[in-house]
T-cell receptor, first 113, second 118 residues
Framework: DTAVSQTPKYLVTQMGNDKSIKCEQN?????MYWYKQDSKKFLKIMFS???????INETVPNRFSPKSPDKAHLNLHINSLELGDSAVYFC????????????FGPGTRLTVL | AQTVTQSQPEMSVQEAETVTLSCTYD???????LFWYKQPPSRQMILVIR??????QNATENRFSVNFQKAAKSFSLKISDSQLGDAAMYFC???????????????FGKGTHLIIQP
């Protein structure tokens, strides 16, 4: 039973397209996150979402938008994709009673052509 | 803002030997959490070990242990009896418990690529 799942695992698309990545967690956690891992393996927080409060990393372009239909899901929508958006995107979740330990999904490798 | 520095881009160790990965961080907070995550070629991010700053005792998980030096802001990871399956990128990460009601992310170092020589 996967704790944090993401779909798709691979996504290849053309510049200018709009795409979404889905994330679901079955851990009952209150907080979910999106991270971006660049080609040099550097991981950086993009968003966190807790009880309908969204905290956005100020460096994230507004072409990226998270959408949370319920506590167990946090999807990532990307508009007008650019070459520089190519990266691995990780979803994660955490709970404060667990010392804010983050549990990660398997990642989605996005390639923009 | 907090920063995390991993000064060793790559480390190599013989199988069954011990290796220590370095991590330093910069913060003005007195309470926080520190983590080591492992990322094998499968890309999955796997929690290795966690340390709460208010705990003086160093965390251990089987062959993995940390040397937490709060005053020096150092958090190194020791892997004993290295195994081929330990080969991976290792990331040190910092988490503040204070900001945004907890809705804040981890701050990661740039990672250390660990190679295990058979």
């Amino acid at each position: 039973d996967t704790a944090v799942s993401q779909t798709p695992k691979y996504l290849v698309t053309q510049m200018g397209n709009d795409k979404s990545i889905k994330c679901e967690q079955n851990l009952g956690h209150d907080t979910m996150y999106w991270y971006k891992q660049d080609s040099k393996k550097f991981l950086k927080i993009m968003f966190s979402y807790n009880n309908k409060e969204l905290i956005i990393n100020e460096t994230v372009p507004n072409r990226f938008s998270p959408k949370s239909p319920d506590k167990a899901h946090l999807n990532l929508h990307i508009n007008s994709l650019e070459l520089g958006d190519s990266a691995v995107y990780f979803c994660a979740s955490s709970q404060d009673e667990d010392g804010w330990t983050q549990y990660f999904g398997p990642g989605t490798r996005l390639t923009v052509l | 803002a907090q920063t995390v520095t991993q000064s060793q881009p790559e480390m190599s160790v013989q199988e069954a030997e011990t290796v220590t990965l370095s991590c330093t961080y910069d913060t003005s907070e007195s309470d926080y959490y520190l983590f080591w995550y492992k990322q094998p070629p499968s890309r999955q991010m796997i929690l290795v070990i966690r340390q709460e700053a208010y705990k003086q005792q160093n965390a251990t998980e089987n062959r993995f242990s940390v040397n937490f030096q709060k005053a020096a802001k150092s958090f190194s990871l020791k892997i004993s009896d290295s195994q081929l399956g330990d080969a991976a990128m290792y990331f040190c990460a910092y988490r503040s418990p204070y900001s945004g009601g907890g809705a804040d992310g981890l701050t990661f170092g740039k990672g250390t690529h660990l190679i295990i020589q058979p």
